[in-house]
């Protein structure tokens, strides 16, 4: 008998749920409605109708009587199939719409639990499945194993969901290395929204901005690059050429954006970030076809962006044609980049900056 209430009361809780938001659901909804109302003593429905018939070919009169136990059927039977159409609305919502939402907490003073509330409703209109992956009391040497095994834990709480293809949800903080590693071994696979902090509101939101169509200027060095070239990214602040070692300064590729400069949330829009991640894959992919960099071993790269944008590219790694890369921390509280994460085929280091 507990058995029968606790399930009536998971299907009540999920009903009241879902009951505006999927057209089943809300279909299941009506039909509910009209049924119990039509079963209602005394309500509006409770009528006694007859209608006359009479054939002018076929001799006779034949009358019917919609009255209470024919009112009584109807509505049971809608009561019966609105029910059924909401289950089965309430299954498929958690088959298709479920989601799966990674939280890397890689900052002091990020909230423990993860940002759901903030989530659009269509990520959290099926069952939402969270991972927090917490390094910000690690040291950043030891963090690319947790990595690792964060990676187990993803890949097995995905198939534990039973899905063929759930919705992946990212949104983090963390060190630029961290994000980008983050990017490279959790964004393998397909359907992952991200989502980013507004520091004004205190809230996550996803990219829906607007693109405004601003893309990227490429400044090339003017001397010989040799074995290293450096990638500077300057999306949300200005990358000083003097921050950057010395070493790499004048062989340094900028990319900035040609319209309206660094600033906070530069790259709120998908359509804009996927265009202009596209544009810094293939510049990167392409970068030893170029005349004077057909012998380049390791890229540099120096990037202030969001994390949402950092996340994505280091998703877009591509270990058979990238070169080495070097992806640089900035410490703020001195003013330099003081360590890194190299990337030589499967192998990742870190490695501190004299």
């Known amino acids: 008998m507990n058995k029968i209430i606790d399930f009536a009361w998971k299907i009540w809780n999920q009903w009241l749920k879902y009951r505006y938001v999927d057209p089943i659901v809300s279909f299941a909804r009506l039909l509910i409605i009209i049924g119990a109302g039509l079963m209602t003593p005394g309500g509006v429905w409770w009528l006694v109708v007859a209608f006359e018939i009479k054939p002018e070919i076929i001799p006779g009169t034949y009358k019917i009587n919609i009255g209470p136990e024919t009112v009584t059927i109807i509505g049971s039977i809608l009561l019966f199939a609105g029910l059924c159409i909401g289950i089965l609305g309430i299954w498929r919502i958690k088959k298709v719409r479920s989601s799966c939402f990674i939280y890397l907490r890689g900052l ?23 991972l927090t992956m917490d390094t910000h009391n690690e040291k950043a040497e030891k963090v690319l194993p947790y990595i690792d095994l964060f990676k187990k834990m993803f890949d097995g709480k995905v198939v534990s969901m ?30 992952i929204f991200l989502m980013d902090y507004n520091r004004f509101d205190r809230s996550w939101h996803t990219l829906d901005a607007i693109d405004d169509h601003e893309r990227l200027e490429i400044i090339y060095p003017t001397e010989k690059v040799n074995d290293d070239v450096a990638l500077a990214l300057p999306f949300t602040v200005d990358i000083a050429e003097s921050q950057i070692p010395k070493h ?53 790269l120096f990037i202030a962006a969001q994390a949402s944008t950092v996340f994505k590219l280091g998703a877009l790694f591509q270990q058979n044609i990238y070169p080495n890369l070097k992806i640089y921390h900035f410490q703020g509280s001195k003013g330099i980049y003081s360590w890194y994460y190299s990337i030589e085929g499967s192998k990742i280091k870190y490695q501190k900056l004299d």
């Open 162 to 191: 039973n899905l063929d293809a759930p919705t992946i949800v990212f949104a983090g903080l963390a060190q630029v290395p961290v994000l980008y590693i983050a990017g490279l071994k959790l964004s393998t696979r397909d359907n």
């Open 108 to 130: 002091s003073g990020m909230n423990d639990s993860p940002p759901i509330k903030d989530l659009p409703p269509k990520y959290r209109y099926g069952e939402v499945a969270h």
């Open 248 to 300: 790499l300064r004048d062989r340094t590729i900028w990319m900035k954006l040609n319209s309206k400069g660094s600033r906070t949330d530069s790259l709120s829009s998908n359509e804009k970030l996927d265009a202009i991640l596209t544009l810094i894959n293939n510049e990167i992919r392409n970068l030893r076809g170029k005349k004077g960099y057909e012998s380049i071993k390791t890229l540099h």
